[in-house]
């Protein structure tokens, strides 16, 4: 085990380097830190700007200015922002710590009360309790966050307002204006509503990989072979079924945790909550190099530990595996011999390879957590002893077996491409109405004003029309995660 960690934290470091110095490039590429300076700093001499350009390791020689900013982040030179002159620091670490927060409270409680529905609805497959979570699962993924924070801002704020005198939540911020000093009640009270949109989105998610997870494990022949030696259900779940289920479930953890730390930038930005997805979007829009990269590689290095803690909890999971979208799209559209591929940023091809990109990412991690968990079985290892082909063993044993969450997985990418289109398009980020395209999220952005002066159905349709869409996508992912499962059948 530590020697599996060593060598883990060993490959990390290179990691961390190649993945900074494709970030540094690609912000070099995407945003042009010196026009941006320029641009923020009109009246700035060619002294300025020389400096700016030498503190900030912005040579023309792209790795030569890469190890010039490297050195000057290491040693804690960090440069200021081009607007204000403001220190890097501060700023990011009131960003990490509000995002922390309201990431943290929501991952609990999403993943627990995910947990916990995935569970209920696994020991009785197909009854009234299976339905009922599935459907309330699938209800809450299929709606947009952006959808689900507009909809919590009018009720709980603007017509709670109207119906009762005060709204009940505050809808922007940590605490009021010209708020000094801790006050844990109203940073709860200032908190609520984003925290609810966020777990909203978690528990529905983490209940469907859990149910589908335990499905697979409660089939299982070492689960019967439990129960035949008169070991109590609530012995064989916790010891048996919990234990090896939660493996896929720890992999979306990991990458999920990982992630937070990166902000949420929906809803941070619906709710002008000053978190890390908020700094990023100033900073980006500014195109303030010195903020950016601290940011980015703060982002890199927490994925890159949450997966070495995923990783590491498999062990610990199942004892028989051996330890052995915002800164791509404008580096997309700032190459010109990527055009005849990608097409104009505003363009539906565009948004297709921007997806396309990373879609498969959450997917694979999935897959590698499973067949990390079947591939040391018994009936693995009785096909190896017969000699059976590595080919045979993946396509007949592995796979097949590996089909529940896998199916989930890429029914949540199918669902996220779309909803994610739409939320670019939300913001403006995608195909304008402008350039004769049309979107769901072109038309809910482009009536969100109108539903507080009373005319909601020009939002309230296309929302619908979105979650539909997103709903009968998950319905077809589960009908299908169930035909293709080889040991539904057995009727157990």
Known sequence: MFRYILRRVAWSIP??????????LALRIGTDPVASYKRINPRASRAKIAEY???NGLDPNFVQGYFKWLKNFVTGEWPRSIKGRREVWPALKDAMANTLRLGSAATVVGIFFGLIAGVLAALRPGGKRDVFINTSAFVGISIPPFI???MFQLLFAVYWQKWFGESLFPTSGVYPAGHTGFDLFLMLKFMALPTLVVAIQIIATYSRYMRSSLLDVLNSDYMRTARSKGISERRVLIKHGM?????????????????????LIITENIFSYPGMGLYFLKSFGEGDFPLLMPWMVVIVASVLFFNLIADISYAWLDPRIRLDLLVVRNVLGALPWLRPITGDMSSVRF?????????WMGVARIVRGQVLSLKEREFVE????????RRYIITRHLLPNSVGPIMVALTFSVVGAIIGESTLAFFGYGPQAGDGATSLGILVGAAKGAVQTGYWWLAVFPCLVLIVIALSINFI?????DATD???????
Request: without cysteine.
């Open 382 to 389: 009785a096909a190896r002893a017969v000699g059976a082909s």
């Open 243 to 263: 234990r090896n289920a939660l493996i896929p479930v720890v992999t979306i953890a990991a990458l999920d945790v990982g992630s937070i730390v990166g902000g």
């Open 15 to 24: 990691t961390l380097l190649i993945v900074t110095f494709l970030v540094y």
């Open 477 to 481: 992912g589960d009908a299908l995660r």
């Open 53 to 55: 350009i030498d503190v």
């Open 486 to 492: 080889p040991r539904l059948d057995r009727g157990v």
């Open 148 to 150: 689900s924070a507009i």
């Open 351 to 359: 948004i297709i390879v921007l997806f396309g990109l990373f879609g």
